[in-house]
């Protein structure tokens, strides 16, 4: 007897007898009907669109069509290893690869809030605590921010990484499944008891509040603690923001206890709010690009400086120059548009040459320049700002700038 090419079944050769054909015939249907027995069952699809997947090997089960809109993700979670949710959406924190540093690398705690990376503060009500950039030696990432307890500080002040979403960008997530993630390690001298991190996400009903300062109406989507070790670990954190979310921020923390060792930190990057129950791969939020995540940040804090160039130094590079004409002593205007528009109307620093703040630079006819003038910008708005002076022989102005329009 032959054989079928795929199944194996038993098929009568082209020389058998008529005689013996009923039998082949039942023999090879005896064989088809145990093959499609094993075989998925049409039943098992009862819907339009519902996909057939696995709950174990050999094992199928079904997995209902999702909503409208919704994208399929793995999650090793469910029985299917598959689920649907909310579209992919972008990141919704700027900067959370910590990419950009436009005010500096390296900030000490003053007992205020202060600034650090783009988009980015931190807090501790007692000094000691240093924030920096360092080169994340993590796969995918150039940099991450780190928050380290000065080696032989005693206090055990909490030191907070703070970021706050703007209520344009928080309203979004109202009422729908979110997910925060982020990787962490700690230094070889984490202090913090059972090597905790905290981690509280909050919403809030009033309108563009710092998280770090207390939200109206506040409420948690989480308030956990994560476990550090010293190698990167991703972490990921589920809930649902509150139906009238109106802000949302979140606190990444360690107590410290005892006198703080030469690596008393912890480090994080890839920081991602995204809709959905399951975190996806990282993605900038300045549609994917650095250039697109600076001009974002830049909506908050920008400079005339360049970009690796700290405010408040000597420099050329950048810097505003305007002529008004030979020893004109009248009055003079000058304008400076802004590289994005910003998010509400900034406070604008200037800087003369010299890297002196709320001072400009004059300039003569014969290439003189005079540091050291007082002179406050005016007429700012959120796309330009510029000043009004009276020039005493002098052919023009320069100066850098600095505006922010944080939270």
């Known amino acids: 007897m032959a054989t079928s090419p795929n199944y194996g079944w038993l098929e009568p050769d082209n020389t058998d007898l008529v005689k ?6 039942r023999t090879l249907g005896n064989a088809i009907d145990t093959t499609m027995a094993t075989m998925t069952p049409k039943s098992i699809v009862d819907a339009k669109g519902d996909l057939i997947a696995a709950s174990a090997a050999d ?7 999702g909503a409208n809109g919704e994208t399929l993700v793995a999650d090793s979670s ?6 649907y949710q909310t579209g992919v959406s972008l990141n919704g924190v700027i900067n959370g690869a910590m990419d950009c540093w436009q005010r500096g690398t390296s900030f000490a705690s003053t007992g205020n809030t202060i600034y650090t990376a ?3 503060a931190s807090f501790r009500a007692a000094l000691g605590l240093t924030v920096s950039r360092q080169t994340a030696s993590l796969e995918g990432f150039q940099y991450s921010l780190r928050a380290q ?3 032989g500080n005693t206090s055990t002040a909490v030191n907070y990484v703070i970021y706050s979403m703007e209520t344009n960008d928080s309203v979004r997530y109202a009422n729908k499944p979110v997910t925060l993630s982020f990787w962490a390690k700690a230094g070889a001298n984490y202090s913090s008891a059972s090597s905790a991190l905290g981690v509280q996400w909050t919403t809030g009903t009033g309108t563009d509040q710092r998280v770090i300062d207390g939200y109206t109406g506040a409420s948690n989507i989480v308030a956990t603690n994560a476990t550090l070790t010293t190698s990167w670990q991703r972490f990921s954190f589920t809930g649902t923001a509150a139906s009238n979310t109106n802000e949302m921020g979140f606190l990444i923390y360690n107590t410290p206890v005892g006198t703080a060792g030469a690596n008393d930190w912890f480090e994080i990057t890839g920081v991602q709010v995204e809709f959905g129950s399951v975190a996806t791969n990282f993605k900038r939020a300045g549609g994917g690009t650095i250039q697109g995540e600076l001009a974002a940040c830049q909506r908050y804090y920008q400079k005339s400086f360049s970009t690796t160039t700290n405010p408040g130094t000597a420099a050329n590079a950048g810097r505003q120059n305007f002529s008004s004409g030979v020893n004109n002593s009248g009055w003079n205007a000058f304008t400076s548009n802004f590289k994005v528009t910003m998010r509400t109307a900034p406070t604008v620093t200037p800087y003369d040459a010299a890297g002196t703040s709320g001072r400009i630079t004059t300039l003569s006819s014969g290439s003189a320049e005079t540091n050291n003038v007082s002179a406050s910008a005016t007429y700012i708005g959120t796309d330009a700002f510029g000043f009004f002076i009276t020039l005493s022989s002098q052919a023009g102005i320069a100066y850098h700038y600095v505006a922010e329009a944080e939270l």
């Open 59 to 65: 094992t199928p089960a079904r997995l209902a069509v």
């Open 149 to 151: 307890r000065d080696s």
């Open 118 to 120: 783009d988009r980015w």
């Open 20 to 25: 013996n054909g009923a039998l082949a015939i």
């Open 78 to 83: 469910t029985s299917t290893g598959l689920r």
